[in-house]
């Protein structure tokens, strides 16, 4: 018995883009993301998108979890591929349902001719189609207003398909049908959530990280190498670029007081993060800040932050609380990943009083003595690139 998956525009989120760019966009998300396992044709009909396997070996159960993590889908069905005949369409519900039935007391059938040759009406299908099942089911009964179980059965122009109910997709719009972005992500609970938030918004990811050897181990690098892989299971492949933040991080341990420590830090990253992003094509930077969760998270310290780039920044969580970051975090899969203890570069340098209010000026007065722009030339010099997937 054959199966496939079917993806219909109507399960499909439109959302008043250019449609066809944005199936196109979704056709190759698809490709790219079931690649490796196995022979397969995807193709575009009658507003339908069919994923179907033609390797004997064809990994079915996995295609199905990686399209539930393609965002740009809201619904999408596994379906059966019969014969466009009655016999062939009654033997094979009832033999593709055995499973579906043990499991349900009621159900109802729906039927669909879009290939209006076929030479019975929707009603005769749906009436032989329950009857066959009825039979071969005695423990079930039809309820047409809230059945445990619709069966579609439908006539479309390569063949006839029956399908049980549908699956829950992971909503949102393709990747990279929004431009891109770069997150700046460090191994904590909330930048993975906001990198993910927004790659469901349709922005293919750049990340950033800044790592200070020795202050921070090679396994905290890891740690975010394998919070990238939970994201790019959604997102696709993610770039990373890793900076070294130590000689930045000295320098402003020896020439900066200490309660402007983490907030001159942030502005350090931001600035480097843009010139990144912009070498990259991002437009925009994405952070997994979420408003006074730290004292470099006060509305004025965000100001500070933000004041010395000339880009977007994305901050998706800005106004979650922190239960609700762990939350998704969870359901993304980062949260056991995420709170393993290696240590980051903020959390070396933590000042004992860190300013919750500052403003530009004692900003930029704080850091008079850094020579920033060859910091940031030396940093950006010494990154360091490569791809997650
Ligand atoms: P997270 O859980 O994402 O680490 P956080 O609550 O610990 O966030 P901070 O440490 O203040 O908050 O960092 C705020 C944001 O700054 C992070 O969400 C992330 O976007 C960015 N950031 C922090 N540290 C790094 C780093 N080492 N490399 C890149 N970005 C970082
Ligand atoms: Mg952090």
Not at 344 to 354: A, E, L, N, S
Not at 358 to 364: E, F, Q
């Amino acid at each position: 018995m054959k199966e496939i998956i079917l993806i219909k525009n109507g399960e499909l989120a439109l959302k008043g883009l250019n449609r066809s760019n944005f199936e196109n966009t979704l056709i190759k998300n698809i490709k790219c993301r079931l690649s490796g396992l196995g022979e397969t044709e995807i193709k575009k009909s009658q507003s339908t998108i069919y994923i179907e396997p033609e390797s004997e070996d064809y990994d079915f159960e996995e295609a199905l979890k990686r399209v539930g993590q393609i965002f740009g889908i809201a619904a999408f069905s596994r379906a059966c591929v019969c014969e466009k005949s009655m016999k062939d369409i009654l033997s094979r519900s009832v033999e593709y349902l055995s499973t579906v039935a043990e499991n349900i007391k009621t159900f109802k059938v729906e039927a669909k001719r879009a290939d209006k040759r076929f030479p019975l009406t929707s009603p005769e299908i749906c009436s032989q189609t329950g009857a066959a099942l009825l039979k071969s089911y005695p423990h079930l009964t039809v309820d047409v207003h809230n059945p445990d179980c619709v069966v579609y059965v439908e006539i479309r122009d390569f063949a006839a398909y029956i399908r049980a109910g549908q699956l829950k997709g992971a909503g949102g719009l393709p990747v990279g049908t929004a431009g891109k972005a770069s997150v700046l992500i460090s191994g904590g609970i909330d930048s993975p959530v906001a990198a993910w938030t927004m790659a469901k918004r349709g922005l293919k990811l750049n990340a950033i990280h800044f790592a200070s050897p020795p202050y921070t181990s090679p396994r905290a690098e890891l740690k975010v190498r394998s919070l990238l892989k939970k994201v790019a299971a959604y997102s696709g492949t993610i770039s990373l670029a890793v900076v070294p933040f130590t000689e930045i991080q000295d320098e402003i341990g020896r020439k900066c007081p200490e309660d402007y420590f983490t907030l001159i830090m942030r502005r350090m990253m931001m600035r480097i993060s843009e010139r990144i992003a912009r070498a990259s094509g991002s437009l925009a930077l994405i952070t997994g800040e979420s408003l006074g969760q730290v004292a470099s998270q006060t509305l004025p310290a965000l100001v500070t932050t933000d004041s010395v780039v000339a880009m977007p920044v994305l901050r998706p969580l800005i106004g979650m609380d922190k239960e609700e970051i762990i939350s998704l975090s969870r359901r993304i899969d980062t949260f056991e990943t995420s709170v393993l203890p290696y240590e980051d570069c903020c959390t070396v340098f933590t000042p004992r009083h860190p300013k919750t209010r500052p403003t530009l000026d004692s900003c930029a007065n704080a850091e008079k003595e850094l020579d920033i722009d060859t910091l940031i030339e030396n940093a950006v010099n010494k990154t360091e690139y490569s791809y997650i997937d």
